[in-house]
């Protein structure tokens, strides 16, 4: 993953992002490049990381030149390590194929990078104590491409018996819409790949340093032209951005071509993503390279994400991507005009490391819809061809459009594209959805969005829901639709079996979405422990906690109707988007977190902040933000003021000044601007038991009201329902 840290804020609350360090003299670029390096910053070896015969262009040989001193990076003298062992892998096959002919159970280190790129991590279990036992564990996950987050009937039953026969039992919806199945040994690997290309999917894509799964809202409407589009180009481009190479196939399947075509091919048959992809306009997209004419010999730089969204729908976080498209339509709301594209935008970062941040994308531009594959391809150029090859923490996208500048990113881009990007079109204000509860598909059928608390298909004393869910599947043969919140739409949903369904999902201990607080609805987390090398603290495994203690403790504060973006990692890595988020706790040690505030809470156009309580205990939860929560409760603006804007309004030292002179318990003698307003003194009574009116006051009490208050507006809203 990468390991990146963020922007911090001034005194004032102004967002501010720190300058990339000079790591060595900008070199003019183009000219004949040396092919052996350096390893890395420190360290010296041999390596080859020149560009493949027949190869013109790549990172050692731009088609563009960049004036000098712009960039701090020229990947001339030398790159990191994986770009060698990526150099060296004759298009990703070794030493992965030797490695995986032999009789141990783990693969080697250099097999490792290449793994990623077939869609496996290598992760051994760290709950065990002893090294002996640890040493044992050595397991493989395994990540789906599957764009959008579409899952037939027929793949998730297939999966679900994958799991069952080759994995730990469960599956896990991930923050880009795809299906993660761990616990696979070394010795299985082959075969549950090779089944569930078979089946119609694929695994390539999933990980490494190339394109991975592409996002889009998670909902289907095939009667609204504009969703209908954001899906059919998000396919396509995870077509036209595939690794060519066939290591894939002579690994896992023989040689062979997969026995079914990815199933979601059908609808890009149009585009004629082939003869698109080996389109060479001239200006230097297309790089030579006999295989790969898109990526080269060494692929991207580091790993590459791309959304798709339709103006509003902010669901899929599309400021943390490295390029994110927006459908624009004709103003007959019919005909497709093209995309606003944003570029430079993502989570990861190193803690005390201020060379690393996370970064929210910026606008580049309006493209056409004729244009629009061939600016893709020349953004994916760009990055390929002048990203930082050198640092792997500076790899990504983001580091190139903030040294650059996004102005002189897009006079770059334009170079490779051959045409002018055109100016932003205007859009109306984003809005983050989740998509769960009941919705019309607008062809007489209804989608139906039911959490899954961080992703984890499983089945637990409290909900089955691994048994549900193929139970839905099975009787009715419902697609589904995974969510960029780890949750998951069923769709072609018949309304007769509505109610049925409910019933059976309330059967199995899964809740519909009234029955869950807003913070629950809004939070996600990483896996962490015990499966992630890198996790520093828990994250998947507490989250429902922290969520539990974060509600009780608004509610014990009378702001039970207050809700917000919650997020926790177990290291900075961010791949639960920690740094969009209105409050986020950070990974810093075990049982220790970073905390994080001031996320927008439609997750557009900026980060949250660190705040300097780096080692906040998971004990300390309450004792933490209860003096933030009074603050806000005190001096919010307006009744309905996110308390994701407050925090950034306020910044982080005047939170902090306040919480240092802050009292526990303090908050109810601080006066409430907002608070909601009080019956006067009854003028009738009716009786009531004396059990349901202590029930009334509690709850009456969480939302800072009083029992006589809280019926009126009960009984009030009844009749008008009525």
């Known amino acids: 993953m990468a390991a990146l840290l963020i922007a911090g804020f001034d005194a004032a609350g102004a967002a501010y992002l720190p300058a990339m360090s000079r790591v060595a003299p900008s070199m003019q670029l183009g000219a004949a490049a040396p092919r052996v390096g350096r390893i890395g910053m420190d360290t010296e070896a041999d390596g080859d990381f020149g560009l493949a015969p027949g190869q013109k262009y790549g990172p050692t040989s731009p088609a563009h030149l960049v004036a000098p001193g712009d960039l701090p990076w020229t990947n001339l003298e030398k790159q990191e390590e994986v770009q060698l062992v990526k150099a060296a892998s004759n298009d990703l096959r070794e030493p992965l194929g030797a490695d995986m002919k032999n009789d141990e159970i783990f693969v080697s280190k250099d097999s490792i990078h290449i793994l990623k790129h077939h869609g496996s991590y290598m992760q051994q279990n760290r709950d065990l104590k002893k090294k002996s036992e640890r040493d044992q564990s050595y397991q493989f996950m395994l990540r789906l491409k599957v764009p959008v987050g579409e899952i037939p009937a027929q793949l998730f039953r297939e999966l679900d018996d994958l799991s069952n026969k080759y994995g730990q039992g469960d599956l896990r919806a991930t923050t880009r819409q795809a299906f993660q199945l761990h616990g696979v040994l070394k010795s299985n690997l082959k075969q549950v790949i090779a089944d569930i290309a078979n089946a119609g999917s694929n695994t390539y894509g999933g990980c490494g340093d190339i394109n991975r799964n592409i996002m889009a809202p998670p909902v289907f409407f095939p009667n609204n032209p504009a969703y209908s589009y954001c899906m059919q180009y998000s396919r396509a481009i995870a077509d036209l951005f595939k690794p060519m190479t066939e ?7 023989d040689g062979k071509k997969a026995e079914k075509v990815e199933y979601w091919q059908e609808d890009i048959q149009e585009f004629n993503l082939d003869e698109v992809r080996n389109f060479d306009n001239g200006n230097g997209i297309i790089t030579g390279h006999p295989v790969e004419p898109l990526y080269g010999r060494t692929y991207l730089p580091k790993k590459f994400k791309i959304t798709f ?5 902010n669901s899929v976080d599309l400021y943390i991507n490295d390029i994110g498209c927006v459908v624009i339509m004709e103003a007959d709301g019919k005909t497709l005009k093209g995309f606003n594209i944003v570029v430079g935008g993502g989570m990861g970062r190193t803690h005390r490391k201020e ?5 929210a994308a910026d606008h580049l531009g309006f493209v056409k819809k004729e244009d629009f594959f061939e600016a893709m391809k020349a953004i994916l150029a760009v990055q390929r061809d002048h990203g930082n090859r050198e640092v792997r923490s500076s790899a990504r996208l983001k580091y190139l459009v903030h040294t650059l500048g996004v102005d002189k990113f897009r006079s770059l881009v334009e170079k490779y594209h051959g045409k002018p990007i055109e100016p932003w079109v205007p859009l109306p204000e984003w809005k983050f959805l989740d ?6 598909q607008g062809d007489g059928k209804l989608m139906l969005g039911v959490n899954i608390e961080q992703g984890r298909i499983r089945d637990t004393e409290s909900a089955a829901i691994k048994t549900c869910l193929r139970l839905l599947v099975d009787r009715y043969d419902l697609p589904m639709i995974l969510t960029p919140s780890q949750s998951i739409v069923l769709r072609n949903i018949e309304p007769k079996d509505k109610y049925v369904i409910e019933g059976i999902l309330k059967e199995h201990g ?21 499966l992630c090398g890198l996790a520093m603290a828990e994250a998947e495994r507490v989250q429902p906690e922290i969520n539990a203690r974060l509600v009780a403790k608004l509610e014990s504060m009378g702001l039970g109707n207050t809700e917000f973006v919650t997020r926790t990692t177990g290291c900075p890595n961010g791949c639960a988007r920690p740094y969009m988020a209105e409050i986020a706790f950070v990974g810093s040690g075990p049982g220790t977190y970073q905390l994080w505030l001031g996320g927008s809470p439609d997750q557009s156009e900026r980060t949250g902040y660190a705040t300097d309580i780096f080692k906040m205990k998971y004990d300390d939860l309450e004792a933490t933000v209860e003096p933030i929560f009074a603050m806000y409760k005190s001096q919010r603006n307006a009744a309905d003021e996110a308390f994701g804007d407050f925090c950034y309004r306020m910044g982080w030292e005047a939170i902090k000044a306040f919480s240092e002179s802050y009292s526990p318990g303090g908050w109810a003698t601080l006066p409430d601007p907002y608070a909601p307003a009080l019956l006067p003194t009854p003028s009738g009574s009716v009786g009531i038991d004396a059990a349901l009116l202590k029930t009334v006051e509690a ?24």
């Open 247 to 253: 290591s894939f196939y002579e690994l896992w399947l």
């Open 309 to 313: 969204t339709v103006p509003g729908d």
């Open 355 to 359: 060379e690393t941040f996370a970064r």
């Open 435 to 440: 998509w769960l509860g009941w919705h019309e």
């Open 510 to 530: 899964l809740k519909m979405a009234s029955e869950l607080s807003g913070i629950t609805r809004k939070s996600i987390a990483c896996p962490a422990f015990p």
């Open 699 to 722: 709850e009456a009490s969480k939302r800072g009201l009083d029992a006589a208050t809280l019926l009126d507006s009960i009984v009030r809203e009844a009749l008008d329902a009525e």
